[in-house]
């Protein structure tokens, strides 16, 4: 299995014109050997694959990646599902410093973040 450690910063909005670097995600997650989110070895893993939300501000939230119910990918901070930050089309998107990937927020709001590390 393929661990990665990513690190996700906001992108271009109306509100941030050149991004944040003080407001973003690092996560862990199995990926392909081309970079793709390996659903095949999450469904199989035992440990959680983490989040960490960091936000100026805020206090940073922990939580961990999932699957919900839906079939769709999710961070989960301990609260019911209807409260998980969504992932849009995770398993299409290419994890590679660069690419971009769209989070829907708990206040509802989907933001842009651009991906600026795999490790």
Do not use: C
């Not at 450690?5 to 081309?34: C, H, N, Q, V, W």
Request: charged share 30%; hydrophobic share 30%; proline share 3%.
């Amino acid at each position: 299995m393929n661990i990665r450690k990513i690190r996700l910063e906001l992108a271009r909005t109306k509100e941030f014109p050149d991004g944040s670097t003080e407001r973003g995600y690092e996560l862990t997650a199995p990926l392909t050997k081309d970079g793709h989110i390996d659903a095949d070895a999450f469904g199989g893993h035992h440990q959680p694959f983490t989040v960490r939300r960091f936000w100026t501000g805020e206090n940073d939230r922990f939580g961990r990646l999932h699957r919900t119910r839906q079939h769709t990918w999710a961070f989960s901070y301990g609260r019911n599902d209807n409260e998980d930050e969504l992932l849009h089309h995770l398993e299409h998107h290419l994890f590679k410093v660069g690419e971009y990937v769209g989070i829907r927020e708990l206040d509802g709001q989907v933001l842009p973040f651009r991906i600026v590390s795999v490790q």
